[in-house]
């Protein structure tokens, strides 16, 4: 838009997640023409670019069906510039570690036990305490950049993330829901991954894990967990995430301070290059 000098009033936002969790169905490696709706989110985390927008976008749920259950529910969150819908999506937090530390579990789960490799889920059979304290890591390093950068994250207590939902249950759900190490978590079974060549590193390594890595480094926050995920990937994958990885200056804002950024976020001053 920018490029193309759109002078429309288009209101832009951003929300920390889908408003549902879905697969496309399956039988063994044959994909169905169709897809399963696992649970629906009551509440998610939103906001505007620039914030000046916010209220307007905000509202503009009670016109989108797919939002039905959020609105209907404990309502959007409003959240502190889109950069902290950015930080508050769980995806690299659950995700990274949940593959990388599981992925023994996974390339033999329906080899030498469990009977069928499409059962398989990093939440049913990965998570752990162990497991649980890396994410909790990665979500402390994320605060930390986000307070360094003066937006908001959001507020996840250490004890929700020792379940084996984690904090994907009161992330979409509210506080309190969570199934705890002993239950199976049916609702996640066969929710995969069952390859290392999948969003959950091919998506959340590049554009999450890297994103958050080139922040650290130009406000100054170190992230020796995250940039782990990001060299544990590269070598699963034999790829260089490093080399591939977004940057700040893909997104627009790696000539911006800190001050430069904010102004940006909140009121919408561009600074071009």
């Not at 709706?37 to 905000?58: N, S």
């Not at 797919?66 to 510039?81: H, L």
């Not at 591939?244 to 000539?255: K, M, P, Q």
Request: glycine residues 10%; negative net charge; proline residues 4%.
């Amino acid at each position: 838009m920018r490029e193309m000098n759109c002078d429309k009033k288009v209101v832009v936002g951003g929300w920390s997640s889908a408003p549902y969790g879905s697969r496309i169905d399956s039988e063994g490696k044959f994909l169905l023409p169709s897809a399963s709706i696992f649970y629906r989110a009551i509440t998610l985390r939103g906001a505007a670019l620039p914030m000046t927008d916010q209220e307007v976008f905000l509202e503009s749920t009670k016109y989108i069906r797919a939002m039905d259950a959020i609105t209907k529910g404990e309502g959007p969150v409003g959240g502190n510039t889109v950069m902290d819908t950015g930080f508050s999506n769980v995806n690299p937090i659950l995700h990274c570690p949940g593959v990388i530390l599981g992925v023994g579990a996974m390339e033999n789960y329906g080899v030498i036990y469990g009977d069928n490799k499409h059962d398989f889920s990093i939440y049913c059979h990965v998570y752990s305490p162990t497991v649980s304290q890396v994410q909790y890591t990665v979500y402390l390093e994320e605060c930390g950049i986000a307070e360094a950068m003066g937006v908001g994250i959001q507020h996840f207590d250490k004890e929700q993330f020792f379940s084996r939902s984690n904090i994907l249950g009161c992330e979409y759900m509210g506080e309190g829901m969570s199934a705890p190490y002993d239950e199976v978590f049916e609702m996640a079974l066969g929710t995969g991954p069952f390859t290392v060549n999948h969003r959950y590193l091919t998506e959340d390594i590049p554009i999450g894990c890297h994103v958050f890595h080139e922040l650290g480094k130009k406000y100054g926050v170190k992230t020796p967990v995250i940039d782990s995920m990001i060299a544990m990937a590269s070598a699963m994958l034999e790829r260089d995430f490093y080399a591939e990885g977004y940057t700040l200056d893909y997104l627009g804002i790696g000539n911006m301070n800190k001050e430069e950024l904010l102004d940006y976020l909140n009121t919408g001053n561009y600074k071009a290059y």
